[in-house]
């Protein structure tokens, strides 16, 4: 078929000095499914592992974050969260199952948790699990429901919790230290990279250690301060 013009040209795109980009970017590249970000790295040999090491270890610290998170949770200071709950598994048809999968639990009053069972059936399970997980806890069953009442805290009591919480903020630091040793090696093996390109992401890598410690010591000085409050 004769060419009639380019108004009748199936594709449109910016005149720019370079041609060849952009037919690859606005007409080769659409035609054949392939985005041409990824070709044009690759021709210019932009080396991405940098960056895939960064995006893989914050990930991993931002894990480490979470799980000292998880860990706080299950302290309890004298107010009541279902999330003290987390870890009682109940015995559900022979699978051991989290008791947010099998109940409610809400919080009626400061000290008081409620687990409505979706099954009546799963009210006696429910109870004998709580006591087995030694939490400190001891349920009453309250008709289709159990009442969860937590004891007010001593003194003592609350500085151990505080130092169980200070072991978790310690243990998760130690963690995002982990993390951080492990990206500086993967950067030192990655000969494709100048060394000056090595020191400047190792100085990324430790921005985003400190930052992560940091997120830790502010969670961790939430939690004393909720632990020791009266």
Same mark, same amino acid.
């Given at each position: ?61 931002? !894990? #480490? &974050?979470? %799980? ?9 200071? $004298? ?5 003290? +709950? ?41 109870? !004998? #699990? &709580?006591? %087995? ?9 309250? $008709? ?5 009442? +937590? ?80």
């Amino acid at each position: 078929m004769k060419y009639r013009g380019p108004e009748k040209f199936p594709f449109t795109f910016p005149v720019t000095k370079n041609f060849k980009i952009c037919f690859e970017k606005h007409i080769l590249c659409p035609v054949l499914g392939v985005p041409w970000f990824f070709t044009y790295i690759s021709k210019c040999r932009i080396n991405l592992k940098p960056l895939l090491i960064m995006s893989e270890y914050s990930e991993k610290m931002n !894990k #480490a &974050i979470e %799980a000292t998170e998880r860990e706080f949770s299950k302290i309890r200071a $004298g107010q009541a969260s279902p999330a003290i +709950l987390n870890d009682v598994r109940i015995d559900y048809y022979g699978t051991p199952t989290p008791i947010s999968q099998v109940a409610k639990v809400s919080v009626p009053e400061p000290r008081m948790l409620l687990v409505s069972p979706w099954e009546k059936t799963m009210v006696d399970p429910i109870e !004998k #699990a &709580i006591l %087995a997980a030694n939490i400190g806890l001891t349920p009453m069953k309250d $008709g289709n429901c159990i009442r969860v009442t +937590l004891p007010i805290l001593t003194t003592e009591r609350r500085q151990e919790l505080a130092k169980l919480a200070r072991k978790h903020a310690e243990e998760g630091r130690v963690a995002i230290r982990n993390i951080r040793r492990d990206a500086n090696d993967a950067l030192k093996k990655n000969k494709e990279l100048p060394e000056d390109e090595v020191k400047k992401q190792q100085d990324e890598v430790q921005k985003a250690t400190d930052k992560a410690i940091a997120e830790i010591d502010r969670l961790l000085a939430e939690k004393e301060a909720d632990i020791l409050k009266v």
